[in-house]
C-alpha cells in the first residue's frame, strides 16, 4: 500500500511516501523553492518523493493530510463568531485543502478521476503524536505534542501502546506555550517566522529576574496543564495574520501593549541588545521549563511509562529536552527530526497506517536521511559546468575515490583549521545539518565560531554552533550519554572537556549534539573517526550548508554557496574543491 502524507498550506510545507509501512522518501518544500519555511502546497516536494519511489500519482493508495475540520467545532463557532476573519481565513484554508486532488491534477497534468487515492483527514496534534511514537523505537510510552496551534488546540497528550494510541486530553486555544514563546520571540525583536531558536540561544547569557512576572504570562495549572495571563496577548481578541498560503509564512505581532507595561518597551530589531533583553529571554525560558517539567512529571506520575515520544513546535526546544534526564523520572527520550510542522506529513501517514488500518509496526526511523541525492557522475556534470567560475577563485578539481583515503584527507584539512563544505548521500530531512549538507571545522579552535559568522554565516553572536561526536564517545565528552541523531538535546559538556572543544560549547557549558552513529551514517562516522586519530578528539563543529537560505539541496546550490563564501575546501561526493588562492 502507498500513502502520500501532505502537510500543505502550512509553514513548513513538506511530503512523505510511505510504501506497505517502511519510509521511503520525506522532504520539506523549502529545499526546493529556496525560500525558508516555505507555506502554500509542497508541489516539488511530492514530486521528489514519488520520483525516488518511481511511483506515479495513479498508484498511490491514500493520500493523508494533517488537518481534520471536523474537530472542536464548538470552539472554532465561538471564535468564527468573536473574530470573524478568522473564520474566513480558516475556511479559506480548509477550501483549499479539501481540494488536493484537484491541486495535485494540475501539478502532473491528469484529470482528477484519474486519482483513485482515498483523501484522509487526520488532526493536527494526532499527526504530530504519530509521527514520534510510531516511527520511535518504543513499544510503550507517553506521547506529547505542543506547538503553537493546530486544528484550534496546543497542545495533546497521550499513551502509545503497540500500534495504537490513546488520546487522554489536550489544551484548546487560546492557550499554547508555543505563541507564548513566539510572543516573547517577537517582543524581543526577533520577527521572522521560526526565530524562537534564536531567542533560545540569548537565554543563556541572562538570568531569570523576570521570573515573577512570567508566573503571571503562564499559569501553571496543576493537574491540568497551563492557562496564559491572556492580558499579555492578542490573538484570543482579534485576527492575527498567518499567511500560510504561499511562499514566506508570515505571522502578525502576538503580545499586546500590556506585555510592554510590565516588562518595558519592545525591542525593535535594529536595536542592541542589552542585559534586559538577555535577562527577559532566560525569565522566558525558565518559565517554558518549570511549566514542561511540572507537566510532564504530572503524566509520569499519573501513568508510569519508562518512556516519552515528543514532538511539535515545542519540541524542538533543546535546552530544555537535555534537562528531561535530571528534571523528570523518564528514561528514554525520542524526538524525530522534524518535530515541527514537516513532521506532519510522516505522522499522518503513519496514523492512517497504524491506527485507521490497524497495521503492525515494523519501522524505527533511526535517522534523517529521506531526501534527495546526487550521484559522483551528477557532482562531475556540476562540476564541469560550473568550471569557468572555479578557475575564477583560484579553485582546483581532484577526486580520491576510496572512502577511507577520502575522509582522512578531509580530516587532514579540518585539523590544519581550513573551513570544508562537506556534501553526502541523501539531504536531510527536519531543520538540521547531520552530516550530509553540513560545514565542518575545528571545535578545538575557540576562534572557529567568529571566523564562521565573519567568512560564511553573518548570524548573531550569540548563537551557538553545534558538535558532532561518535555515538559511543558521548559519555566522555558530555554528562549525558543517550543518543541524540537530531541534534535535539543540549547536554553540558564534561568540566574536564571544556578546554578541548570550546568552538561549539555555548556560553552555559553546554552543546547541541549530534550523535553520529556508524550504522546510519558510516562515511560522516569515518570522517569524525579520522579526525579523532588525529586529534584525540573525536568530535568535529557540524553547522549547516547555506548562508541565510535554506540548506542547500543540489550540487549547484552546493557550488553557488562556496563561491559567494569563503570556504576553503568543498567535498561533494568523491570530488574535492580547493581554493587555492586568496580571493
Request: charge should be neutral; aromatic fraction near 10%; glycine fraction near 8%.
Amino acid at each position: 500500500m502507498i500513502i502520500l502524507g501532505i502537510n500543505a498550506y502550512h509553514g513548513d510545507a513538506s511530503a512523505a511516501l510511505m510504501i506497505d509501512g517502511k519510509l521511503t522518501a520525506a522532504a520539506e518544500e523549502e529545499r526546493f523553492s529556496r525560500i525558508k519555511h516555505c507555506a502554500g502546497f509542497p508541489k516539488e516536494a511530492v514530486r521528489y518523493c514519488l520520483a525516488k519511489c518511481s511511483v506515479s500519482l495513479k498508484q498511490v493508495d491514500c493520500i493523508a493530510i494533517p488537518r481534520d475540520p471536523k474537530v472542536r467545532l464548538a470552539r472554532k463557532i465561538y471564535y468564527g463568531i468573536k473574530i470573524p476573519t478568522l473564520a474566513l481565513r480558516r475556511l479559506v484554508a480548509l477550501r483549499k485543502t479539501q481540494s488536493v486532488k484537484t491541486t495535485l491534477a494540475g501539478i502532473f497534468g491528469l484529470e482528477e478521476k484519474d486519482i483513485k487515492a482515498n483523501v484522509m483527514f487526520v488532526e493536527h496534534h494526532m499527526a504530530h503524536i504519530a509521527s514520534s511514537f510510531f516511527v520511535s523505537p518504543f513499544q510503550n510510552a507517553l506521547l506529547v505534542s505542543m506547538d503553537g496551534l493546530g486544528d484550534f488546540a496546543s497542545t495533546m497528550w497521550g499513551i502509545g501502546n503497540g500500534n495504537r494510541i490513546e488520546i487522554l486530553g489536550s489544551i484548546a486555544f487560546p492557550h499554547s506555550l508555543g505563541m507564548y514563546y513566539t510572543a516573547v520571540t517577537q517582543y524581543l525583536g526577533f520577527l521572522n517566522y521560526g526565530d524562537e531558536y534564536k531567542v533560545m540561544g540569548l537565554a543563556s547569557y541572562g538570568q531569570p529576574e523576570y521570573g515573577d512576572e512570567f508566573k503571571k504570562i503562564v499559569r501553571n495549572l496543576r493537574g491540568q496543564g497551563f492557562k496564559l495571563g491572556l492580558d499579555y496577548f492578542v490573538h484570543h481578541r482579534k485576527l492575527v495574520d498567518m499567511n500560510f498560503e504561499e511562499g514566506y509564512p508570515l505571522m502578525e505581532i502576538l503580545y499586546s501593549p500590556y506585555i510592554e507595561k510590565r516588562l518595558g518597551p519592545h525591542r525593535e530589531g535594529t536595536e542592541p541588545i542589552e542585559k534586559r533583553h538577555e535577562n527577559i529571554a532566560a525569565s522566558l525560558q525558565e518559565r517554558l521549563e518549570d511549566v514542561l517539567f511540572a507537566f510532564l512529571n504530572q503524566q509520569h506520575e499519573r501513568h508510569k511509562q519508562a518512556s516519552l515520544a515528543m514532538a511539535g513546535g515545542v519540541a524542538f526546544n533543546c535546552v530544555a529536552n537535555g534537562k528531561i534526564f535530571d528534571r523528570t523520572p523518564f528514561e528514554r527520550v525520542y524526538v524525530p527530526p522534524a518535530a515541527g510542522d514537516a513532521g506532519l506529513a510522516i505522522g499522518a501517514a503513519y496514523h492512517v497506517w497504524h491506527q485507521v488500518l490497524g497495521k503492525p509496526r515494523d519501522f524505527v526511523m533511526e535517522h534523517a536521511y529521506w531526501g534527495p541525492e546526487y550521484s559522483d557522475d551528477r557532482i562531475g556534470e556540476e562540476l564541469r559546468a560550473n568550471n569557468d567560475a572555479l578557475t575564477r577563485q583560484g579553485c582546483t578539481i581532484s577526486k580520491i575515490e576510496e572512502e577511507d583515503s577520502l575522509c582522512r584527507w578531509t580530516a587532514e584539512q579540518i585539523a590544519s583549521g581550513k573551513i570544508v563544505g562537506w556534501f553526502q548521500g541523501r539531504m536531510e530531512w527536519g531543520p538540521r545539518a547531520l552530516g550530509n549538507r553540513s560545514i565542518l571545522v575545528d571545535p578545538r579552535r575557540p576562534e572557529m565560531k567568529d571566523v564562521l559568522n565573519a567568512r560564511i554565516k553573518h548570524r548573531e553572536p550569540f548563537r551557538p554552533f553545534a558538535p558532532s561526536i561518535l555515538e559511543e564517545k558521548t559519555g566522555e565528552f558530555f554528562e549525558h550519554s543517550h543518543t541524540s541523531p537530531s541534534m535535539l538535546m543540549a547536554y553540558k559538556v564534561r568540566p574536564e572537556k571544556l578546554e578541548t572543544i570550546p568552538a561549539p560549547t555555548h556560553v552555559d557549558g553546554t552543546g547541541r549534539l549530534q550523535t553520529v552513529s556508524r550504522a546510519t551514517n558510516p562515511r560522516y562516522w569515518k570522517l569524525i573517526r579520522e579526525f579523532e586519530k588525529l586529534t584525540g578528539v573525536p568530535v568535529l563543529l557540524n553547522t549547516s550548508f547555506n548562508e541565510n537560505e535554506p540548506i542547500v539541496c543540489t550540487p549547484k546550490e552546493a557550488i553557488d554557496c562556496f563561491l559567494r563564501t569563503k570556504m576553503d575546501v568543498l567535498v561533494m561526493g568523491s570530488r574535492i574543491v580547493e581554493r587555492c588562492q586568496a580571493n
